[in-house]
């Protein structure tokens, strides 16, 4: 399927280690083009105030008749804040705002990590040092192609940082883990509840899928009661287990 100008997989297909799955859209070609025009103006216009500054101050050194000493002084600083503000700029969006510079919230995306989570700031240093190889020989012309020919339209510092462009359909976060073990906690409840009402083999089946939202598959010799001992272990429901239940 081609999706704003990008030939690949619509979406992203994430599983947490709770068994619950998403799916987010890919972010194409087009809107992240458009999200980098944005920043890089954005950009301009702030390091060309930093730099009307920096002329501000050396003008009032040369008044002063201060500009041999204070000049370098002022010129180190204005280089040191432009470099500052060039990195820091992609790095706060990425890490401190959800995935969003100024430039991807206005075209509705934002960078995660491949396992659907929000970037770290490691992974946005490395996602960010590779841009410089993305951007040759000029207009991103090596992101471009390497986007082209990815599956999930990455380039090479989405390969090597282990992210990817998602459309923003709201909060894409996961959920919360406590909240989703509650849910586990529940459904465990409610298979032990029904036990006596389901036939030997749905008890089974029911089992051995409840307790793969733990991680854990049954192991040798383990029957249905053994299993759901097991999940009343998990989930701190032994007393459900009880003579009331069946036991096979």
């Known amino acids: ?29 087009g809107s992240r083009g458009a ?40 010129i ?10 060039y990195w820091g700029y992609f790095v706060f969006g990425e890490v401190l705002r959800g995935g969003r510079t100024p430039g991807k919230r ?24 590779i841009r410089m190889v993305d ?12 986007a082209l020919l990815s599956r999930h339209g990455k380039r090479l510092g989405d390969m090597a ?13 996961l959920p919360d883990a406590a909240a989703l073990r509650s849910q586990e906690v ?9 036990r006596p009402a389901l036939t030997p083999a749905a008890r089974h089946q029911v089992a051995v899928e409840l307790l793969a939202l733990f991680g854990e598959a049954p192991q040798p010799g383990w029957d249905e009661p053994v299993i759901a001992g097991r999940l009343a272990d998990l989930t701190g429901l032994r007393g ?4 009331d239940h069946p036991s096979g």
Do not use: C
Not at 39 to 47: I, K, Q, R, S
Not at 76 to 85: D, H, K
Not at 135 to 146: D, E, H, K
């Open 76 to 85: 180190g600083a204005f280089v040191l804040a432009a470099f500052a503000t």
């Open 135 to 146: 951007m040759l020989p000029g207009y991103y012309a090596v992101g471009i192609v390497a």
């Open 240 to 243: 459900e287990i009880d003579a």
């Open 1 to 29: 399927m081609v999706q704003d100008g990008r030939p690949h997989a619509a979406t992203l297909s994430v599983e947490t280690p709770e068994a619950v799955a998403f799916s987010y859209e890919l972010a194409g070609i």
């Open 186 to 194: 529940q459904l465990v409840k409610e298979f032990l509840d029904r």
């Open 35 to 74: 999200a980098i025009v944005i920043d890089t103006l954005l950009l301009a216009l702030l390091v060309a105030v930093e730099g009307g500054v920096a002329t501000l101050a050396g003008s009032l050194a040369d008044a002063a008749g201060l500009s041999d000493a204070v000049v370098p002084w002022i």
């Open 106 to 129: 206005y075209m509705g995306i934002r960078v995660v990590r491949d396992d659907g989570g929000p970037v770290r700031f490691t992974d946005s240093v490395v996602r960010n040092v």
């Open 161 to 173: 940082a282990g992210t990817v462009v998602v459309r923003d359909a709201g909060e894409l976060e």
